[in-house]
């Protein structure tokens, strides 16, 4: 019962509406149309998503400016849980944003960088503990991620068919290849040894303590790889690595060290600028 945020450049709001929020865009944040959308609701009006609507929009054409697009909307999103902090999970403060489905789908947002950082170190501490049960929840974490997977892949293919005509390789490939092939081996063990054996490589019976470590760190390690894609995009010489680089790391790892990236950026107290990306005016 509950919109996040109605985009700002596809939404409409009546005048009574913006009058009722005080006459003016909220400018204390780099998501003046999240903080928009949440006190519209807060206010007792509703927020509708319309499906058939059709807006033109540039989308970054570059990590960079996608870099700098999704960072300015990831502070803003931690300037927004801080606003609202005495809100999340109290539905006697507000009985949407306060409910434990709303709070559930933001954080795992919003914390993403943190759960995948506290993963990684668990399964390593786990790792020097017990290997067996740090194998067993390894297993465990990465059926889950598959199941999820799979189920927002596919389920974006029939909701956005249009646009999976386009970019269905993107799509299959948002969380890089090493993790879908954490995923594989994950959800078939006996499939993802076949495939390698198939082109040629041998897969190890008993793999090294480096490699078990290696891939118990992937979830903090393929925001660093993604993050690099980035820092190889900005340099001529390394410039041709980067998409192979971000198909590694994934799109997904990307987005989440944006997030980290966020975090920084607001910790540091870094001045506010609305760093926008870049408009060429072409259209395809």
Not at 31 to 49: L, V
Not at 224 to 229: P, S
Request: glycine share 8%.
């Amino acid at each position: 019962g509950f919109l996040a945020c109605l985009s700002g450049g596809a939404k409409l709001h009546s005048r009574a509406n913006m009058e009722d929020l005080g006459g003016k865009i909220y400018s204390n944040t780099l998501a003046e149309d999240t903080f928009t959308t949440f006190y519209t609701q807060m206010k007792g009006r509703r927020a509708i998503f319309e499906p058939n609507a059709l807006v033109y929009a540039e989308e970054p054409n570059s990590l960079d400016g996608l870099w700098k697009q999704r960072v300015r909307w990831a502070r803003g999103n931690v300037q927004i849980t801080k606003t609202f902090r005495n809100t999340w999970f109290k539905k006697s403060e507000n009985r949407a944003i306060g409910s434990l489905p709303m709070g559930l789908i933001w954080f795992s947002i919003f914390l993403m960088p943190i759960f995948q950082i506290s993963a990684s170190l668990s399964l390593i501490m786990l790792y020097f503990v017990n290997e067996d049960l740090a194998w067993m929840v390894f297993r465990a974490l990465w059926i889950i991620a598959g199941i999820v997977y799979l189920v927002v892949t596919f389920g974006s293919f029939i909701v956005d068919h249009e646009s999976i005509e386009k970019s269905w390789g993107q799509g299959i490939l948002f969380p890089g290849i090493v993790s879908l092939g954490l995923i594989t081996h994950s959800l078939a063990p006996g499939l993802f040894p076949y495939i390698v054996e198939v082109l040629g490589f041998h897969w190890p019976q008993d793999p090294p303590a480096w490699g078990v470590l290696f891939i118990y760190s992937w979830l903090s390690i393929n925001m660093a790889v993604a993050y690099f894609a980035y820092y190889c995009e900005e340099r001529p010489k390394l410039k041709r690595l980067s998409p192979w680089i971000l198909h590694i790391g994934g799109y997904g790892a990307f987005l989440c060290a944006v997030t980290l990236g966020s975090y920084i950026k607001e910790l540091t107290g870094e001045k506010m600028t609305w760093d926008k990306t870049e408009k060429t005016g072409q259209m395809s």
